[in-house]
């Protein structure tokens, strides 16, 4: 039988344990490098190893997974909602058309469910398998904070609102501003130098360019092609994507560079062979054209780290909106909540 000051010692005990559970509830709340190192130790490895097989076997399958991670973060935060499958769902919106790579994703969810049941959530993988297609493209490794629940909800609505190629400069700005990334996040993401810039890799359907070749109201202008678009690409992106042709044929983002890593977007946006609009007008912003230019600069010792700073944007998108704790779940299959 307990005393009144026994019980009293187990009150005091039991609230410094919840108070110790609290505080780590906070601590785990923070995403962490090699959040699965004792509950499932070959989670990265078997991410890598489906990554590596996939584009192996397709190497488009690269820029598909690294723009799916951009479109899961973006709405709901990173959370794995684009995966849920259910009538109508965060596929189907606008600005989610000819994002994939789902496939690969679940292939790696059911090779891990099998080695550790309800452990590595979707989330944490599209995550890892994004990190995993660039340095298969030959941009920077970098560590990926993992530790990510799986959201619950998938709606057509909440993905209404994505950055558009139609977007001004300034609606990009806010759209990144709005889920905590600066312009320099938003040069570094989507158009870039060296190793990096998401749009070095990666081809564009012609849905997205053909308002811009043919009915371009952007800038000002009135109809007729954007004029910030360099005469000979302008010629060659027409004969790609001629008027009232196929919308689903494909072109380079990064006109002949799509398939590497490297320097050439950048130089592409600065001389006016950005092949979509939301990249060219990053050269037409006083801000956002310097951003560029600390990239470009010949002299090294001005030259800003870009593969570094790729990296570390990559992570900071990576943090939007994180599910942790006791947030969201571990679904069992990607497609579908538990
Ligand atoms: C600034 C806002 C952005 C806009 C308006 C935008 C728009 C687009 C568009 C229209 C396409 C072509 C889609 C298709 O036809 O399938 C595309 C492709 C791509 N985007 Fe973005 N994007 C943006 C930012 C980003 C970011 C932040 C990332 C990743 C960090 C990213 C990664 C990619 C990749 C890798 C591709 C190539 C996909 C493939 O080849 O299948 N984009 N983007």
Redesign the pocket.
């Known amino acids: 039988m307990k005393t009144k000051a026994g019980k009293m010692f187990v009150e005091i005990i039991d609230s410094r344990i919840f108070l110790i559970l609290v505080l780590m509830g906070v601590s785990e709340a923070q995403l962490q490098v090699g959040f699965y190192s004792k509950t499932c130790p070959s989670a990265e490895s078997t991410i890598r190893t489906v990554v590596r097989r996939a584009v192996a076997a397709d190497a488009?399958a690269a820029?598909?997974l690294?723009?799916l991670?951009?479109h899961d973060c973006f709405v709901e935060g990173c959370d794995a909602s684009i995966l849920i499958k259910h009538e109508p769902d965060e596929r189907q919106a606008h600005?989610n058309?000819?994002?994939?790579g789902y496939e690969i994703i679940d292939e790696a969810k059911a090779e891990l469910e099998r080695a550790c049941p309800g452990v590595v959530s979707c989330a944490d993988i599209v995550a890892l398998a994004?990190r995993d297609a660039i340095v298969l493209t030959k941009g920077p490794p970098y560590e990926v904070p993992t530790g990510r629940r799986d959201g619950k909800v998938s709606s057509l609505e909440l993905a209404a609102n994505?950055?558009?190629?139609d977007?001004s400069i300034n609606v990009?700005k806010t759209?990144?501003a709005g889920k905590g990334l600066s312009d320099k996040d938003?040069v570094l993401?989507?158009a870039e130098y060296r190793f990096t810039g998401?749009?070095t890799?990666?081809?564009?359907?012609c849905?997205?360019i053909t308002s811009r070749l043919y009915n371009f109201s952007g800038g000002g202008g009135g109809g007729g092609a954007d004029p910030a678009l360099s005469p000979e690409l302008l010629r060659n992106l027409k004969a790609k994507c001629p008027f009232g042709g196929d919308v689903n044929v494909?072109v380079p983002?990064d006109w002949g560079s799509?398939s590497l890593f490297d320097d050439h977007i950048l130089r592409n946006v600065k001389t006016g062979f950005g092949v979509?609009a939301?990249?060219a007008v990053l050269i037409g912003d006083i801000g956002t054209r310097k951003i560029i230019n600390s990239y470009l600069t010949r002299v090294p010792t001005r030259r800003a780290n870009f593969p570094a700073d790729f990296a570390g944007?990559?992570v900071k998108?990576g943090s939007i909106g994180v599910k942790t704790g006791v947030e969201g779940e571990i679904r069992r299959v990607c497609s579908a909540t538990n």
């Not at 058309?97 to 994939?100: E, N, R």
């Not at 994505?162 to 190629?165: I, N, Q, R, Y």
């Not at 890799?201 to 359907?205: K, V």
């Open positions: 488009a820029a598909r690294l723009r991670q951009f600005g058309q000819g994002v994939g994004a994505l950055p558009d190629v977007d990009l759209k990144f938003l993401l989507s998401a749009h890799i990666g081809t564009t359907a849905f997205f494909r983002l799509e979509i939301s990249d944007a990559m998108m």
